[in-house]
């Protein structure tokens, strides 16, 4: 009967858990990145970035999406610096501030 002899086997099993654990890591360190997850919210808080139309809506967090919204009119950033952009209307924004704009159909929300 054969026998293995036991550091052998160790060894191959080592390299095998430490072949695993380096690709895992690998993967984990390709694919983190930093969260830029900006979303639509109740306008239930000033500090959110508020964008006023017929339908006003109010974002929060950092990130950019694609929006179709139509009128709006004025915005309040609260805690929010970014941008919006829309028809022939790129407007940038500072924290606390509020301003009218020329109603057009936003296309972009961007929160830095």
């Known amino acids: 009967m054969f026998h293995r002899s036991p550091s ?3 060894g191959r099993r080592s390299a095998v858990l430490v072949a695993a654990a380096t690709t895992a890591l690998a993967g984990i360190g390709a694919t983190s990145s930093p969260a830029h ?3 639509r919210v109740s306008c239930s808080r000033y500090d959110f970035l508020w964008l ?3 339908a006003t809506t109010c974002w929060a967090n950092a990130g950019t999406t694609s929006v179709t919204l139509y009128n709006v009119g004025a915005i309040s950033s609260g805690n929010n610096a970014g941008y919006i ?3 022939r209307l790129t407007s940038t924004f500072r924290k606390w501030v509020s301003k009218p704009i020329t109603k057009r159909t936003i296309r972009v929300v961007h929160i830095d």
């Open 52 to 54: 006023y139309s017929d």
């Open 37 to 39: 997850a900006i979303n």
């Open 8 to 10: 052998k086997s160790f």
């Open 85 to 87: 952009y829309g028809s």
